[in-house]
């Protein structure tokens, strides 16, 4: 495209993104995006907020960029708006773009795992439903004659309390000798609890945002309360309503106790229910109070971070704390620069935030202290003022201890996991044959769409304890592993690990030394006719009928195979060669011939099929255009195993792969699990040209910082975060990202062990079934 066809291009965002106000993340600004359909967030600089609020449809490139030009005094070249538009495009934000859809069951497959003990339980099926209706039956208090009385009302209890805290305590004090009536004001209380989540939802419902769900979350088995999730506060154009969102649980948990003044009021000193209320109205307002405080969790925290429109204030001042102390040692050169980046403004905010967290704290043990000084019977002796401070270290201990044993729960499902498939894919009594679907046209798609048909039920392939040896060489040690039916299964190893020895045990070619292999529940050594029909393998070196056009050569592998000739012709459509059914096979080009060679594996319609490398020595186009064709077996139900050397390939196609080294499974999970497993930091690129390595390790959240050939390469595991302030350093266009893969995860599982297990058969003076390819 030439460069006035370029900038006279008016592309405009996608109806429904929303895009988020001005907020300071560390020393830098930052604005949040949010794609409605598929729930994903993400945070943009100042310089892309601009240009991306101006993707109305009405303005061309041009007119965007002069405007760019007069705001930041720079003019954006080509190459920086291709590689903004690809990025907007990449992340489905432009609008013309391919359908968007929700990702089923997002929500629910990230959520926690949830226990007796801990955990949540979602109480309404249709929680925007509800307060749909709760927001119509409370207009009348949105209304400012209702709505102001009521907010004095509630600023007034607090007031009451500190009039006749005295009388109060005393009463709080006496009703710890009535333990039925303690917990009758416990379960009071809870429900101002309840009410108090609700509250931030209808707040939240009245400026249009939207409750995702309502439900009960348990903490630690000794706590369980009602819980109301509200999406998309920071998303609002006004900070007053996210304070007001934020604050209404507390002033909720105020105007429930109205009710109980007057009453409280009214009854004489000698009523049996006096204790009850003065608790009653001591308690929840306290409970209210000490919800305003500006500490991680409380609604105060999130009432400041809005007011102060900062992200994770908490952790940003942390950071701020570190950074000035390495500035304030001295030690560190880095520390300096990354410390002139903060404002005067933020300087105070997180150095105050610090300060004023310390006090608070200190301040609520004293002060919790004193209430149980104050109310606690005398004969619970001087120790009293101690007891949140107590169970403060109780829960600390109690967290630490939780920690641990969520580390050691991990650890254990780790290992186990070698040895067990999910659990959609664990044996049944009776494991079931998947129905043959009709296959889709082929097409790219991504990895996503490639479960087009639900997954049959119960396991293709159970490997347990398979051993393997050609005289003194181990090939396969003690093998233990599981493939679903309908799975992607990947097969990785180095040259002469011991995947086609394991890969030629369970088509039926090999007999194990030891342990037991069943397919489709049946031993398929020694060899089984019937077990072999469901069977279809496709080699490096498959072997054709030279002499034959493509279809007569599948006619016949078909009649070889008891199919009728509609196989065969099925067969070449699924290929994509129906064009080539009269060309012979000595005329085809190497991937036509690939492509036969898995029409071939495929004419019997089996439900389990081996492929060896069925894009070896193909050209980029041709891999991918295979690649359509087994996601298209993969949406039908086929089981695949696929062994590969190109790892790009199984982390596109496999559910899951296990990596073989030296005869052992190395590792055996998803390929984003294997990858995410390694922790590895994301290596951004920048040229030499564009910033220094002293500069680069000012950045914060730089990890490492090395200079390889003409360029600065910085790894960090807060990528986004870098790579806001490297945009206020150098063009965005100037930088390249690049993440761990399962390339990164193969190498450093397998170079831990050495080749030692040999596959060629004949190297040891073994008979073999069939020459081994050692790979």
């Not at 598929?38 to 449809?57: N, P, Q, S, W």
């Amino acid at each position: 495209m030439t460069t006035g066809g370029l900038l006279d291009l008016r592309p405009a965002l996608r109806p429904g993104i929303l895009v988020g106000p001005a907020l300071t993340r560390g020393p830098a600004v930052v604005h949040l995006l949010k794609d409605p359909v598929t729930g994903v967030r993400m945070e943009v600089g100042a310089k892309e907020h601009f240009i991306i609020t101006r993707l109305d449809g009405s303005r061309s490139l041009a007119d965007i960029g002069t405007e760019y030009a007069a705001c930041f005094g720079a003019r954006l070249g080509d190459a920086q708006w291709q590689q903004m538009l690809r990025l907007l495009s990449t992340r489905q934000l432009l609008d013309g773009g391919r359908p968007v859809t929700a990702v089923p069951g997002g929500a629910d497959r990230d959520a926690p795992a949830s226990g007796w003990f801990s955990g949540t339980t979602r109480m309404v099926a249709d929680a925007p439903a509800l307060m749909d209706r709760l927001h119509e039956a409370t207009a009348f208090a949105r209304r400012p004659g209702v709505l102001v009385p009521l907010l004095a009302a509630a600023a007034a209890v607090p007031v009451a309390v500190a009039v006749e805290f005295g009388e109060l305590a005393d009463q709080t004090g006496r009703l710890y000798h009535q333990p039925v009536t303690l917990a009758a004001v416990g379960c009071v209380l809870w429900i101002s609890l309840g009410l108090h989540e609700l509250a931030h939802g209808l707040v939240a419902r009245a400026y249009g945002l939207r409750v995702g769900e309502i439900g009960l979350r348990r903490v630690w088995g000794l706590l369980t309360y009602l819980y109301c999730e509200v999406e998309d506060v920071q998303f609002l154009d006004r900070r007053g309503r996210q304070v007001a969102v934020a604050a209404a649980g507390a002033v909720m948990n105020l105007l429930f106790l109205l009710p109980f003044w007057p009453v409280w009021a009214l009854l004489p000193d000698s009523a049996q229910a006096l204790p009850a209320l003065g608790g009653l109205l001591l308690l929840g307002t306290a409970m209210a109070l000490l919800n305003l405080l500006p500490l991680p969790p409380l609604d105060g925290y999130k009432i400041l971070g809005y007011v102060l429109g900062t992200l994770r204030l908490a952790t940003e001042s942390r950071t701020f704390l570190t950074v000035a102390a390495g500035s304030l040692r001295g030690a560190d050169g880095g520390a300096r620069t990354r410390l002139r980046r903060y404002p005067a403004r933020l300087r105070l905010i997180h150095g105050g935030f610090a300060l004023g967290c310390a006090v608070a704290a200190l301040a609520v043990l004293a002060g919790a202290g004193l209430l149980c000084r104050a109310t606690l019977p005398e004969r619970y002796g001087s120790w009293t003022p101690y007891l949140p401070l107590a169970a403060i270290a109780a829960a600390l201990a109690l967290r630490v201890l939780g920690l641990r044993a969520a580390a050691t729960r991990a650890r254990a499902a780790a290992r186990k996991a070698a040895r067990q498939p999910p659990a959609a894919e664990r044996p049944t009594s009776q494991p079931t044959v998947p129905a043959r679907q009709s296959g889709t046209p082929p097409q790219q798609r991504e990895k996503g769409d490639m479960t087009t048909q639900p997954r049959p039920a119960g396991t293709a392939i159970v490997l347990d304890g398979v051993s393997k040896r050609y005289g003194e060489v181990h090939a396969l040690d003690d093998v233990t592993l599981t493939v679903g039916q309908g799975e992607f299964f990947g097969v990785l190893g180095p040259n002469g690990a011991g995947k086609t020895t394991l890969v030629e045990i369970v088509e039926g070619m090999r007999k194990a030394d030891s342990g037991t292999v069943t397919v489709f529940g049946v031993s398929p050594w020694p060899r089984n006719t019937a077990l072999l029909r469901r069977i279809g393998v496709q080699t490096q070196t498959s072997a054709f009928f030279t002499r034959l056009t493509a279809w007569e050569h599948l006619e016949t592998v078909a009649a070889l195979q008891g199919a009728d000739r509609a196989a065969a012709r099925d067969a070449l459509e699924l290929v994509g060669l129906a064009d080539k059914e009269r060309s012979r096979v000595d005329d085809l080009s190497g991937g036509q011939r690939q492509r036969l060679a898995l029409a071939t594996a495929l004419v019997h319609r089996p439900d389990l099929i081996f492929l060896d490398e069925p894009t070896a020595a193909l050209d980029p186009e041709a891999r991918r255009s295979l690649w359509s064709v087994l996601r298209d077996l993969r949406g039908e139900g086929r089981t695949i195993v696929y062994t590969t050397h190109y790892l790009d390939e199984a982390e596109a196609l496999c559910d899951r792969v296990a990596i073989i080294a030296g005869g052992k499974v190395v590792a055996l999970d998803s390929p984003g699990a294997l990858v995410r497993s390694m922790a590895a930091p994301a290596r951004l690129l920048v040229p030499a040209d564009r910033i220094t390595v002293e500069q680069a390790r000012a950045v914060e959240g730089a990890e490492r910082v090395v200079l390889e050939g003409g360029e600065v390469v910085i790894e960090t595991r807060h990528a986004n975060k870098v790579l806001i302030e490297l945009g206020a350093l150098v063009d965005m266009d100037a930088i390249q990202t690049r993440t761990a893969t399962l390339e990164d995860a193969y190498l450093r599982l397998t170079a831990a062990t050495p080749p030692g297990a040999a596959e060629t058969a004949g190297a040891v003076g073994v008979p073999a079934l069939g020459k081994e390819r050692g790979r």
